[in-house]
């Protein structure tokens, strides 16, 4: 998915409703789809209104805006989880890139294993998607992003601009397809909130892919 399509909808809500992030890592947790306390005022729009004093078990394991020009070399991170042992069954992997129409022109991994994506076939920043049913081994991981080839004269470079994991608990603590109310992790730590329909987060029909052996 292309950041056009995806901005005009984000940037809408903010026009037509009074309404604050719905990503985390921002600061704007306000408006009426925000809560600060349990249960939210937003109840009556929840899948199931009982489970209106219960917050979804979800963590942000790294989030960053690196903004980094492919063509100096590859982008590694290393962080840490207790991922599967410690409840957190399911992963969500979510990049933005830009200058990378085809798919031979960028390397995506996790500890060495490749991700598949799909090409978009032109320059627009554009969104990648990943997810798993099976959680991290307890320890470090790695995840890397590398340009498999020049950028044309003239064209984007290919560049590197956000990356976010996220984990989740088993489905009884965290449902991907209700609407329900889940922590959201500002830039100064986790403090709010947030509703939204999950089943948006997880990527639905929008060109995610499976991670394999993550």
């Known amino acids: 998915m292309t950041s056009g399509s995806v901005v005009i909808r984000h940037e809408l809500g903010h026009n037509l409703i009074p309404v604050g992030e719905e990503y985390d890592g921002g600061w704007v947790y306000s408006g009426v789809n925000s809560a600060h306390e349990l249960p939210p005022p937003w109840t009556h729009w929840l899948t199931d209104p009982?489970?209106?004093?219960v917050e979804e078990q979800n963590r942000v394991v790294f989030q960053e805006y690196p903004w980094t020009d492919l063509s100096s070399g590859p982008w590694r991170k290393v962080f840490f989880t207790w991922g599967y042992d410690k409840g957190w069954e399911r992963i969500y992997i979510q990049a933005s890139v830009s200058g990378v129409p085809e798919r031979n022109d960028l390397w995506v991994g996790i500890d060495g294993v490749e991700l598949n994506w799909f090409p978009t076939h032109n320059d627009d920043r554009r969104f990648l998607e990943w997810h798993s049913d099976r959680g991290f081994a307890a320890g470090f991981h790695s995840i890397e992003f590398r340009q498999m080839t020049d950028a044309k004269s003239g064209r984007m470079p290919r560049q590197l601009c956000n990356i976010e994991i996220i984990e989740y608990g088993p489905e009884d603590k965290y449902h991907l397809e209700k609407v329900a109310g889940t922590g959201s992790?500002?830039?100064?730590?986790?403090?709010?909130?947030?509703?939204?329909?999950?089943?948006?987060?997880?990527?639905?029909?929008?060109?995610?892919?499976?991670?394999?052996?993550?």
């Open 50 to 53: 009982s489970s209106a004093t």
């Open 185 to 214: 992790s500002t830039e100064f730590g986790r403090d709010t909130l947030g509703i939204f329909r999950h089943l948006i987060l997880t990527g639905g029909n929008r060109g995610d892919q499976r991670m394999r052996d993550a």
